[in-house]
T-cell receptor
Framework: GDSVTQMEGPVTLSEEAFLTINCTYT??????LFWYVQYPGEGLQLLLK???ADDKGSNKGFEATYRKETTSFHLEKGSVQVSDSAVYFC??????????WGAGTKLIIKP | GAVVSQHPSRVICKSGTSVKIECRSL??????MFWYRQFPKQSLMLMAT?????????EQGVEKDKFLINHASLTLSTLTVTSAHPEDSSFYIC?????????FGPGTRLTVL
């Protein structure tokens, strides 16, 4: 069945470091791909999305490119801030608009 | 962007009582809403899909008689946890579908004593 695999956390970085959170997926069709973020004590927020192969989603300095050939949707940011500390979820939407989630990656940014 | 609200944000109840959680889409109509449960340090687990005007579709292993879902209008879905027990304590999150994107509510923290 369809699945999403994220790198295990926590990921701990210093402020201004480069961030990559890996996400790979298996799907029998052509899903849309999403990154959601959950800040401490808050609900989930849509961070970015890509609806087809080679699309790049971007928001708040974060980027992710839908790579069909490698079935990946890695999240990147050039210079992280303490305020980026959160849990990041990779997800795909395939049939019936139900999301298939990754397990989430906790990101800790130290000043 | 689309906004989804949940009420209450936190609730504490005694074992054996029932708790109702509301999920509202504030600026769009949603024929489909979803209810998730998040366990500590784990990802979201889809509990059920709520369709306006029809019965909810429950995921395998979710007790439909315990988690009652009502989607009476295009902007409101409710989840009622009946005869709650401590093991039902969790973070419940709803989402509403708009085109190909789901927008999430802020979640409800349920604590059953």
């Amino acid at each position: 069945g369809d699945s999403v695999t994220q790198m295990e956390g926590p990921v701990t970085l210093s402020e201004e470091a480069f961030l990559t959170i890996n996400c790979t997926y298996t799907a029998t069709g052509y899903p849309s791909l999403f990154w959601y973020v959950q800040y401490p004590g808050e609900g989930l927020q849509l961070l970015l999305k890509a609806t087809k192969a080679d699309d790049k989603g971007s928001n708040k300095g974060f980027e992710a490119t839908y790579r069909k050939e490698t079935t990946s949707f890695h999240l990147e940011k050039g210079s992280v801030q303490v305020s980026d500390s959160a849990v990041y979820f990779c997800a795909l939407i395939y049939s019936n608009y139900q999301l298939i989630w990754g397990a989430g990656t906790k990101l800790i940014i130290k000043p | 962007g689309a906004v989804v609200s949940q009420h209450p944000s936190r609730v504490i109840c005694k074992s054996g009582t029932s708790v109702k959680i509301e999920c509202r889409s504030l600026d769009f109509q949603a024929t489909t809403m979803f209810w998730y449960r998040q366990f500590p340090k784990q990802s979201l687990m889809l509990m059920a899909t709520s369709n306006e005007g029809s019965k909810a579709t429950y995921e395998q292993g979710v007790e439909k008689d315990k988690f009652l879902i009502n989607h009476a209008s295009l902007t409101l879905s409710t989840l009622t946890v009946t005869s709650a027990h401590p093991e039902d304590s969790s973070f419940y999150i709803c989402s509403a579908k708009s085109t190909d994107t789901q927008y999430f509510g802020p979640g409800t923290r349920l604590t059953v004593l």
